[in-house]
Structures are given as structure tokens and as C-alpha cells.
């Protein structure tokens, strides 16, 4: 009777009308988190367990305060402080006790370890981190992924349906999330492996310089050891992945300044309209808005490197033409950027004939490549039909940086922002994006990410630009100055006095 009462209690109904059920539903015994735990028999297997990572650094208090109400609720030991434990430490221990388990005999691992779901908060940096670690792992039957929006841009959880405004922390909100959790479809996208060589400078460093100081800063790009594979003998090498996005110039330096801020005034960071404030006074400052003006042309990626792609498995290299005028690159494997906002759109009839371009599907083994202008082209991404300068899409991308074209570059992997120097004595400095898997998500409803799998994708999408809304061109460009709307990486709130931005 008192279990059938506590499992009334802990329903609730969540904003799309999914039941949470009872919390045994996802609690994990402490024997299969940890091995020295006693074991205990079980009437039934949780029939949707969880392990929950949070960044209890992100989203000013929210953090630690999620982890205080996952706590209350579920099993203490399933849910993960990531300041305090990596979560490759936490899920090797658990397969490997998995993997004992089963080999035992142990029906409730077995069970748990095909149903299991992870749940993770933080901004998208913190999300690709646990993204690469599950990639890292190999498993046989990875566990899919569901985000909590605890960031800035949050375009991870927004691309999935999860929202990207931070999320609330009382028990009745959290529950509602674990429903959601619970009844979410799986949904595959496609992973990017990144490869950064450069032969050794004769002076002055090439590692990558980070703003953040953080357990996961720069996880998804570092240098390769000295027994990798990769690692070539005269060069240094650095590889990553990314499943958002890559970018690099413009938005890179914003993204990079505002971090270097977040880091020398963190009280200062602690509301995400503040944040989105800071990001257009950092662009502001930094002359973007008037880059024409203020930054010198080789700076432009066009001056600054050859690009070349690779448009599907095994077909041949070509050069890609940029305009000199592109200041910022994006490869794109998600359709949310910089706070929700798609640059890549939906092509028009005319440019699905003529340059062979697609919707973008998150599975399709292509990331879109769209270029921005300056600031005020970002700010077209929020009149109708807006996007970016589409370049291509491709199967594979190659950045061959020219001899002394630049001191250094800024570069962006999903949310995490770096400063890269490059060498001035010699112009073997190659940037390489190659497909590499999938992983699997969790999607909520509404969903924005398309799979080129799901028949309801194809055909029934409006094409949002076709002719006479196209932005591809220098003329309509100078045209499209006039639409004014913006991504967060530009834009200026409503709340913030643009009088008083210096």
C-alpha cells in the first residue's frame, strides 16, 4: 500500500503530457554503480534508468542546485558532479562492473545495461564532452543522450526539442524532465573528427591557447601522443570532434573574448540575458560590426586559407571558392547555431537544381558550410527566410593555411573557443574535418534536427528561399543589410541601452 501511494506521489505530467511514473522507474541499485556495493534483488528492472552528468559550474547557481534536486530524487551515486569526476571515469567504472555482472549471470544488468539513458547539463561544450567520451568508449550498444539547456547558446538541447532557456530546479520541474526523458524517441547524428597539423615552429609555441581553465576545456581538441598513430615525427598534431559545429574567424573571436571575460569576472556571469548582452558588446568592441574598416583583409578566410572539399565518400578533392569578403566560416551539422538560429535554412528550388544543395539532415554524412560577412550579416539570421552565405556541403573539408598570412587564428568547437597560432616559417598548417560515426540522441518534441531516415523529412518542408528571397549574392547582401534581426552571437538584446555600449 505505501509503495502504491509513493508511486501516485511521484507522477506528474509534463508540458507535452508524458508521465513520469514512479521514481523507482529510474533509480539504479548502489550495486551496480559500485562494485564493492552489496547486491539486492529487485521484483523488476528499472524500465528507464538514468545516470545524470551536471556542470555544476554552468548556468550560474543552477547547477549545483539541479544536482542537489537529482540527489533528492534518484539514487545519489547516479548522479555526477562534473567538476568533480570526469565522466569517462564515471562510465568506464560502470561498464566494466556492467560487464562483470553480466558475465555473472545478473539479469538486472543485463536489463539496465540495454535500457539505460544519460542525461546531461550544461552548456554545449559540457554536452560534446560527454558526447565524445560515449564515443570513446565503443560500446556495443551505446546509451543515448538527452540535454539539459544550462548554457548560453544552448544549441544543443534547442536542436532536439529540450528548450534553451535554462531550466527550472524544483522536484516538480525535474520530474516533468525525467518523464519527457523517459517517453523521448532516439534519434542518430553523425560525428566529426578533426585533425590540426602543423610542422614544429622553430620558435614560438603552436598549442592551442584556452580561456577557460576547466575539467573539460579543449577535451574536444588536443595534441595527440607521441604513439598515436597520427602523430607524424617533425609535426605537431592536435585532434578533436565535434557534432554541433566547427567555425573559425569572426564568431570565434566573439565566442573567445567572452569566455576570457566569463573567466577574470565570473559573478558577472550568472543570467543568461546578461551573457547574450556581453556577447554584442564584445562584437561591438571588437570592431565586427564595421569589420571592413577595422580588420585588415587577410584576416578574411578567403586571404587566410585555401578550402577544399570532398562533397561525398570517395569522390574526388575540389577547391572551394569564398569571397573575399567572408570573415567567418561555419561547418554545420545541426540546425541550431549561436542560440537557435538556422544559417543554413532551406534552399530554394533553384539552388537545389543548379548547386546541388539539401535541407540539413543530421545523419546524412554532410555538414553544411555557410560564411558570414561581418556582424550585421549575423543580424539576417532573424528577418524571414535569413541565413548565411551558403558555401557548400560536404563529406570532408580541408583548410590549408597560407605562409605568414597571420600570426594566429580563432577557432570554435561546439561552444568552446580557442586561439590558435600558427607558424610564420613555413605554410604546412592544414586543418582536416572527415566523417566518423554517428552517436545516438534523445529527441523531444517538438524537434528540430531531420533525419535523411524519416520518410515525413522529405517533401513536405517549405523551401524558405527561393528566388526572390536569396541572399547569396554581393547585391542582394547589400540588400539583406536592411533586415534586421540577429543571432546571439551578434545580437543586442532588447534590455541592453545600445547608447551605452562603448
Not at 58 to 79: D, F
Request: proline fraction near 6%; glycine fraction near 8%; charged fraction near 25%.
Amino acid at each position: 500500500m505505501f509503495r502504491r501511494m509513493e508511486a501516485e506521489m511521484d507522477t506528474v505530467v509534463g508540458s507535452c503530457s508524458k508521465p513520469c511514473g514512479s521514481l523507482t522507474d529510474y533509480r539504479i541499485p548502489d550495486y551496480i554503480l559500485r562494485p564493492d556495493a552489496q547486491r539486492v534483488v529487485l521484483d523488476h528492472a528499472p524500465p528507464s534508468p538514468v545516470l545524470v552528468f551536471i556542470n555544476s559550474t554552468s548556468g550560474g547557481q543552477l547547477g549545483s542546485s539541479l544536482i542537489k534536486t537529482y540527489r533528492e530524487l534518484l539514487n545519489e551515486a547516479q548522479v555526477f558532479d562534473l567538476s568533480e569526476e570526469a565522466p569517462d571515469k564515471a562510465l568506464h567504472r560502470l561498464y566494466a562492473n556492467l560487464e562483470r555482472l553480466k558475465t555473472e549471470g545478473d539479469i538486472l544488468a543485463v536489463q539496465i545495461w540495454r535500457t539505460l539513458r544519460l542525461i546531461v547539463a550544461g552548456g554545449d561544450g559540457t554536452a560534446s564532452w560527454l558526447l565524445g567520451v560515449v564515443s570513446d568508449l565503443k560500446l556495443s550498444h551505446p546509451p543515448p543522450i538527452a540535454t539539459v539547456p544550462l548554457g548560453t547558446g544552448n544549441n544543443l538541447p534547442f536542436s532536439f526539442g529540450w528548450g534553451k532557456k535554462n531550466p527550472c530546479t524544483d522536484q516538480e520541474s525535474v520530474k516533468s524532465f525525467l518523464g519527457l526523458v523517459k517517453h523521448a524517441k532516439e534519434m542518430k547524428i553523425d560525428s566529426w573528427h578533426i585533425i590540426l597539423r602543423m610542422r614544429a615552429p622553430k620558435e614560438g609555441p603552436c598549442d592551442p591557447i584556452a580561456p577557460l581553465e576547466l575539467p573539460h576545456s579543449l577535451h574536444a581538441f588536443q595534441r595527440v601522443s607521441s604513439g598515436d598513430s597520427l602523430n607524424v615525427e617533425g609535426y605537431h598534431t592536435f585532434r578533436g570532434g565535434f557534432w554541433n559545429y566547427f567555425s573559425m574567424g569572426m564568431d570565434a573571436e566573439v565566442s573567445y573574448g567572452f569566455h576570457s571575460e566569463r573567466k577574470k569576472n565570473p559573478e558577472k556571469f550568472k543570467n543568461q540575458l546578461t551573457n547574450q548582452g556581453t556577447y554584442a558588446k564584445l562584437g561591438l568592441k571588437q570592431g565586427w560590426f564595421f569589420a571592413s574598416l577595422s580588420h585588415p583583409s587577410s584576416r578574411n578566410i578567403a586571404q587566410l586559407a585555401k578550402v577544399q572539399i570532398m562533397k561525398r565518400a570517395g569522390s574526388h578533392w575540389q577547391e572551394l571558392t569564398i569571397h573575399h569578403s567572408i570573415r567567418s566560416i561555419v561547418c554545420l551539422n545541426l540546425p541550431s547555431f549561436s542560440g537557435g538560429f538556422n544559417p543554413w535554412g532551406t534552399p530554394g528550388t533553384r539552388k537545389v537544381e543548379e548547386r546541388d544543395l539539401t535541407a540539413p539532415y543530421v545523419d546524412d554524412g554532410l555538414v553544411e558550410l555557410v560564411g558570414f560577412r561581418d556582424a550585421w550579416h549575423g543580424l539576417v539570421l532573424l528577418a524571414p527566410n535569413g541565413h548565411g552565405t551558403r558555401l557548400a556541403q560536404a563529406h570532408r573539408i580541408r583548410f590549408e593555411f597560407r605562409q605568414g598570412a597571420a600570426e594566429h587564428t580563432f577557432m570554435r568547437v561546439d561552444g568552446e573557443p580557442w586561439k590558435q597560432p600558427l607558424p610564420k616559417d613555413d605554410d604546412t598548417v592544414v586543418v582536416e574535418i572527415s566523417h566518423l560515426g554517428q552517436v545516438t540522441m534523445l529527441a523531444n518534441e517538438p524537434c528540430k534536427s531531420k533525419s535523411v531516415q524519416d520518410p515525413s523529412s522529405h517533401g513536405h518542408g517549405t523551401h524558405d528561399d527561393d528566388d526572390k528571397d536569396s541572399m547569396e549574392d554581393e547585391d542582394e547582401w547589400e540588400d539583406g543589410k536592411r533586415k534586421f534581426g540577429a543571432a546571439d552571437t551578434f545580437k543586442i538584446p532588447d534590455e541592453v541601452d545600445i547608447a551605452h555600449l562603448s
